[in-house]
């Protein structure tokens, strides 16, 4: 008998859902998107989705769509990204290694019927295996936008292989699969076998994909290009700070503006170029302080 996915509700406790988390690495919190936004963001991705291309390789599946630039074309995705819950729990998720953390990859994944399984893969790996395994390094949502079967290709998860020796290779009945229904979303970390599921179905099976990084960490997919100023303009502070405009920590990410002959965007924060004065990194209490505070994890 294959392992089970565990589920909660949206008002479980938040310390339950991350204590869950941390044994096994991949949950299920059914039911959280509403019928509204689960209607909108069907409209939103239907006209890409249309025009997408299938992978080219047997990772991204000969059978299988994908759209990025979420932030940028769907409003509901605006909203899932931003979601409070979710957000909570990434904080302290990532918290213990890092001061802030970021969105760091949007994707539409549309598995086609007739779709083979996808290679049982760790996501922290797209930074080459150069970050130490006690780093946690993503804090990973897929929102449901059809329902999540074993027959049309429900996410693999293996749990509890976040802990494994990184050459251990799962036995069958040791993958689980996140069949869930539509409006709920799967929470896996970066350390956790995982990978597309088989398709066996007539149907495809679409997911959201929001995944969140330390400030630190370049993002997978680049958030001031997939979303460019012109755009990003009309957002809210807090979602331009998500999606990387803002500073990761005292000159982490500055930038200056070319342009300027003022002095005033000198070494500043992006978010000064909606003018947004708003930096909580822009003041020290002294450079002894600040040289401590750089060292105290003791790197």
């Known amino acids: 008998m294959n392992k089970e996915i565990k589920h909660f509700k949206v008002t479980d ?17 059914d039911n959280v ?29 000969f059978k299988t769509q994908r759209v990025g630039a979420l932030i940028a074309r769907s409003a509901t995705s605006r909203d899932l990204a931003m979601h409070s819950m979710i957000n909570q729990m990434a904080e302290l ?15 539409a994944i549309n598995i086609g019927p007739g779709e083979t399984p996808q290679i049982l893969h760790r996501d922290r790996g797209v930074w080459g295996g150069y970050v130490p395994r006690k780093i946690e390094t ?18 693999q998860i293996v749990p509890g292989s976040h802990k494994w020796d990184k050459d251990r290779e799962p036995k069958p009945d040791e993958i689980a ?23 066996n179905s007539k149907e495809s099976r679409l ?11 370049r993002q997978e997919e680049n958030q001031c290009l997939s979303c460019p100023p012109e755009i990003a303009k009309d957002f809210s502070p807090e979602l331009r700070k998500l999606i990387g405009y803002s500073k990761g920590g005292y000159v982490l990410g500055f930038y200056t503006d070319p342009k300027d002959e003022t002095g005033e965007l000198e ?15 822009s003041r020290i209490e002294s450079a002894s302080e600040l040289v401590k505070e ?6």
């Open 294 to 299: 750089s060292l105290k994890k003791g790197i």
């Open 177 to 199: 699969y996140a069949e869930m229904k539509a409006k709920s979303v799967l929470i896996y970390t970066g350390s956790v076998l995982h990978g597309g599921g088989e398709n």
């Open 138 to 155: 993503q804090f990973s949502a897929i929102w449901a936008i059809t329902d999540f079967t074993f027959e049309n290709g429900a996410t």
């Open 207 to 217: 997911g959201v994909f929001l995944h969140y990084a330390p400030s630190w960490l």
């Open 93 to 107: 998720f990532l918290q213990d290694h890092c001061d802030n953390y970021q969105l760091h990859f949007t994707s």
């Open 33 to 61: 998107m509403t019928e509204d936004q689960l209607s909108s963001i069907q409209k939103e991705l239907k006209p890409y989705l249309k025009q997408a291309q299938n992978g080219q390789d047997n990772f991204t599946g």
């Open 267 to 281: 070494s500043v924060s992006p978010s000064r170029l909606f003018n947004d004065q708003r930096d909580e990194y």
């Open 13 to 29: 406790p938040i310390e339950s859902v991350l204590h869950a988390l941390d044994e096994d690495a991949g949950v299920i919190i």
